[in-house]
């Protein structure tokens, strides 16, 4: 038995009972490798917890990655070993995942969390411990910004790109007077002000509410954003409270008086919307569907099988990015050092079958931050692709266009001496 | 602005009466039984997940009727099984049980159903707006409130018109004396337990057409409801009517002035009625204390 | 410092020999620990468990009193904690008094309102209560991080003039620093309960209208032994800040209060030990299910329902019943 965490639930329902039983004291242990020891990754994300379907989709990709990855000689011609820890969408319990997968575990590499805030915890254990640090999903700004470490990288986009790219869009299109819906925490919050910075620059004006970040009924909100009239409302939620806000948008029958748009958008989520409210103008911050990028296709056709035949998200593309990153890192280093992996990945270009996007794509030097491509569209009742063909890109934005300089971002690089 | 009140006013309302479902069915299991089910909004969304399933064979209407009635069912074994061991013990056993029971019964639909939201479709023809003028009011909504003004006036009757019904009042009262009479206690309870299961089971059909479902649905329901039953003191039904509708009202009309403060009002409330009236705005002093 | 129990004297091992073993094994679990694939970091959050217990446990065990809301004194003791080190000073024993200060003191004033209420109502109250404090951490976004957490310190070294002690980079050394403060903690406890106040606390458990017959001021020991008790999961909590460099407003959440409430009952609640063995129980339970199976939750869960149908009284208590049969 080793201490992974399987998704096959069955099983493990069984084998979990033997482990109980087992090996409570003794604590699992781990199959050596023949010959060397394995490349371990340690994988913290919130499988339980209201973020969790994204969270699932990370690791589902991130199993898949590594079994290719073993496949193909491992990284460093050694296999590679993936842990998977829960932390329950829970800080104390991520950083305590952290520490076992450091001390007890000691795994070169750590991934995590999708929740920003345990994201930021973990990032303080990892600094200590010195160890290479890839953050998949997990948005707020600082992580990259005013926060940055020399060690973590970070491979979804800020909110501030993600604002970036979408409000050009919204403004040529609709209007400049917009109404905010937006969630009251730090993610939200800067959400927000990137957008109004942007929109102000276009010479917009605003009115907006902040709404607790597990609201489920917004009438007493549209009931003002209508008598406001705007061009544009920007529904800023997240998960399940954007989908309802979408829903209720569409059954006031709001969406004949504005558009709707916001920042960033989740295929996990748009799948639960029904079709009459499938609307609005979005950022996916990737995108199964790219006719003109050849890798995206055949990484789409093998993925596929292993995910239930459903089409790979922008999670499934997180996951695969930073794990393919930390094998590019640990090969030009030559090494799992993390001071000498943290400078081989900074500025190095991915190449197409990492990256699976249309442009060039680096973890810029600067705040460590992937200079991914951003995907602004329209979403949509489902097309000729499928169920999944729920999205239509309209332009995709260049990630250093809308990131800004890495200077602006407020992040200075300290490395160790 | 007097229009923007007015509206939120009657969206309070709309609001107020789901927490008043929910809150009822905990408060029915707490009088009688002494037991805070920490359970409930797990209930609640086992209660949508089975509409989720009836609704492809016999239809949102098929599955708002039978959907309540299995979780009854499923409230009425458990409650057989396990809180009956409880009930003479010390509180904390059954809010342990509850806490723990609420875990298992979360981890079982994200087990069957996934963590991912899955949609609950009603007909078409129930989310449209009543009229443009009154757009925030859809016929779902309408249709929800009708619903549960049947529940509840259904289970006011209940307690008043029947045999069980008065059984259970009595109960609530003084229970030693009930069962001095020769009425079957235990049996009593399992029929209560049931009856507050079908109230959560039938809160989590009319949520999950409006909201969706997701495993963890309970848990954002569960803590207005025990705010409506604090502030309309423990004890009195009435008292959890008013809590509920009160808390619903003060929640919507918060979110015209100062809405990032709309979850927080609530607790204000419950602080302020602690303070000001200890017991709650209906409860009966000596009750429970 | 003598275990206090009710039956202290039928145990199968006396409590002299009691303490020498629990004490024998918290002082070496960095050198076994390890060897059986466990971590220093994870006895720091045992220990840690186990105080925030024992201290609800005064209430809960030794008076008979039911709060389902400890949570929040835990997390305002955290997020005192926190806050002093990240705006006030660098200094770790001054976070502690602080948070300890803080959680306590919101514990006592909560206690008035609450004295009266007894039995579900008053665990219901105090579930509320403990969840406007999570509110409040929740929303002043500003000051305590919101959602996201307080972050953005760390615990300081501690500084002795003639030496310094690295509590901030060697784990080890900080386990030791938290072992300290739990034996501190632990020995006040053992003294309240054999003062003639610990003694009144019983009195109340065993027969509250007796006691009141007998002139106790039932009100003002009930608000006293809530207020005391608060104190010491407040201090449990601040130490939770200083093993995490982190406060998380989940910590005040009524999740975190039923974990608390389990793990003294788990362990028996009415033995003095009690809390720490269930807190050794649940932790371990918790740390290694959740690596095994995404359905942890199941586990946990039915752990809550077995324990409470089938061990009322916990490990402690069963050992303790056992020793009084032979």
């Excluded at chain 1, 081989?344 to 030097?365: F, G, H, I």
């Excluded at chain 2, 089910?37 to 609704?55: D, S």
């Amino acid at each position: 038995m080793t201490s992974k965490l399987t998704l096959t639930k069955r099983r493990t329902f069984l084998t979990a009972t033997a482990a109980i039983a087992g090996a409570q004291f003794t604590g699992p242990f781990i199959i050596k490798a023949r010959g060397e020891t394995p490349v371990k990754i340690g994988f913290i994300d919130p499988i339980t917890g209201s973020l969790s379907a994204l969270a699932v989709t990370e690791v589902e990709s991130a199993k898949w990655t590594v079994e290719q990855l073993n496949k193909k000689g491992g990284i460093l011609g050694r296999e590679v070993q993936l842990l998977v820890e829960d932390s329950a969408n829970d800080t104390g319990t991520g950083v305590q995942k952290a520490h076992k997968l450091i001390e007890r575990d000691k795994v070169d590499v750590i991934m995590g969390d999708v929740n920003s805030g345990i994201a930021y915890a973990i990032m303080g254990v990892t600094a200590e411990k010195k160890v290479f640090h890839v953050v998949p999903g997990g948005h707020t700004d600082p992580i990259t910004g005013k926060d940055c470490k020399w060690n973590v990288f970070r491979t979804c986009n800020t909110t501030a790109m993600d604002a970036a790219a979408v409000t050009g869009e919204l403004v040529k299109k609709f209007g400049k007077k917009w109404f905010f819906i937006t969630p009251d925490y730090a993610y939200g919050k800067t959400l927000q002000e990137n957008f109004v910075k942007n929109l102000k620059k276009a010479g917009g004006t605003f009115e907006g509410d902040m709404l607790p970040i597990a609201n489920a009924d917004f009438s007493a909100t549209l009931i003002k954003a209508k008598a406001y009239k705007p061009d544009v409302l920007l529904n800023n939620m997240g998960g399940a409270a954007q989908l309802n806000c979408m829903k209720q948008f569409v059954q006031f029958g709001m969406a004949k008086e504005m558009a709707l748009g916001g920042a960033l958008y989740e295929l996990e989520t748009l799948r639960s919307v029904p079709k009459e409210a499938l609307t609005g103008w979005w950022v996916f911050e990737w995108w199964w569907n790219q006719p003109n990028v050849p890798a995206v296709k055949t990484f789409v056709d093998a993925i596929s099988p292993a995910i239930g035949n459903k089409k790979p998200t922008a999670r499934h593309w997180m996951a695969y990015v930073s794990i393919m990153a930390i094998k590019l890192a640990a090969e030009k280093a030559k090494s799992l050092e993390a001071v000498k992996m943290a400078h081989a990945l900074s500025d190095m270009e991915l190449p197409p079958e990492v990256s699976l996007s249309p442009n060039k794509v680096r973890y810029r030097a600067g705040d460590h931050q992937l200079m991914s491509d951003i995907f602004v569209g329209e979403v949509q009742q489902a097309g000729a692709g499928g169920p999944d063909d729920l999205f239509k890109v309209e332009t995709v934005v260049k990630g250093e266009d809308a990131a800004g300089s890495a200077e602006d971002t407020g992040c200075k690089i300290n490395w160790p001496a | 602005m007097l229009q923007l009140v007015l509206f939120n006013l009657t969206n309070g309302l709309i609001v107020g009466t789901f927490y008043v479902l929910m809150a009822l069915g905990l408060s029915l299991i707490i009088n009688l039984s002494n037991v805070v089910n920490f359970a409930h909004g797990n209930f609640l969304a086992i209660g949508g997940y089975l509409a989720f399933v009836l609704t492809p064979f016999i239809g949102f209407w098929g599955a708002l009727l039978v959907s309540p009635f299995l979780t009854a069912i499923l409230g009425f074994v458990i409650e057989k099984v396990l809180i009956r061991h409880v009930y003479t013990r010390n509180h904390i056993y059954s809010l342990l049980l509850t806490f723990g029971l609420g875990f298992i019964l979360q981890d079982i639909c994200r087990y069957i159903w996934g963590p991912s939201p899955l949609p609950l479709n009603i007909p078409q023809s129930m989310s449209a707006a009543v009229t443009p003028d009154l757009f925030f009011i859809t016929w779902y909504r309408v249709f929800m409130v009708a619903v549960v003004i049947v529940a509840v006036a259904g289970l006011f009757a209940l307690l008043r018109y029947t045999r069980v019904g008065m059984r259970i009042r009595a109960g609530t009262l003084d229970l030693e004396t009930v069962s001095a009479l020769g009425v079957n206690v235990p049996a009593l309870r399992s029929l209560n337990f049931a009856v507050g299961s079908f109230l959560a089971g039938l809160a989590g059909v009319l949520a999950a057409g409006q909201l969706g479902l997701n495993p963890n649905m309970g848990d954002d329901l569960i803590m207005p409801s025990f705010i409506a039953i604090i502030v309309g003191g423990v004890g009195s039904l009435t008292g959890t009517l008013l809590g509920g509708l009160l808390i619903g009202v003060a929640a919507a009309l918060t979110t015209v002035f100062y809405p990032s403060a709309s979850e927080a009002v609530i607790y204000v409330i419950m602080a302020v009625v602690l303070l000001v009236r200890p017991r709650g705005l209906l409860g009966e002093e000596g009750m429970l204390s | 410092m003598s275990t206090v129990t009710t039956r202290a004297d039928s145990t199968v091992v006396r409590p002299w020999q009691q303490l020498v073993i629990i004490w024998a094994l918290l002082l070496t679990v960095p050198f076994w620990l390890p060897l059986l694939g466990g971590y220093t970091a994870i006895a720091g959050r045992v220990l840690v468990m186990a105080l925030a217990a024992m201290g609800l446990n005064l209430l809960l065990g030794y008076t008979g009193v039911l709060s389902f809301g400890h949570a929040a004194y835990f997390g305002l003791g955290a997020y005192g904690a926190g806050l002093t080190l990240k705006y006030v000073a660098a200094s770790t024993p001054l976070a502690i008094l602080a948070g300890t200060l803080l959680g306590g003191i919101a514990g006592t004033l909560f206690g008035l309102l609450l004295v009266r209420r007894r039995g579900v109502y008053f665990a219901m109250v105090t579930i509320a209560f403990g969840q406007v404090c999570f509110y409040i951490a929740y929303k002043w976004d500003d000051f305590t991080g919101g959602y996201d957490g307080l972050r953005g310190f760390v615990r300081a070294p501690l500084d002795f003039g003639l030496f310094k002690l690295d509590i901030a980079g060697n784990g080890t050394l900080f386990y030791y620093f938290v072992l300290f403060v739990f034996g501190i903690a632990v020995g006040l406890q053992a003294l309240i309960l054999k003062s003639p106040f610990g003694r009144t606390m019983l009195a109340i458990r065993e027969n509250e209208r007796r006691a009141r017959f007998l002139g106790l001021p039932v009100e003002k020991h009930i608000w006293l032994s809530f207020s005391i008790s608060c104190f010491f999961t407040a201090l449990a909590g601040t130490l939770y800040a200083l093993l995490n460099n982190f406060a998380d407003p989940l910590g005040l959440n009524y999740v975190m209060s039923g974990n608390i409430v389990m793990i003294a009952v788990m362990g028996g609640m009415r033995t003095f030990w009690g809390p720490l063995v269930g807190a050794v129980l649940f932790v371990m339970l918790q740390d290694y299910v959740s690596s095994m199976t995404t359905n942890w939750m199941f586990f946990v869960g039915t752990t809550f329902v077995l324990v409470v149908l089938l061990f009322p009284r916990g490990l402690m208590g069963l050992l303790q019943r056992k020793g009084a049969g032979s």
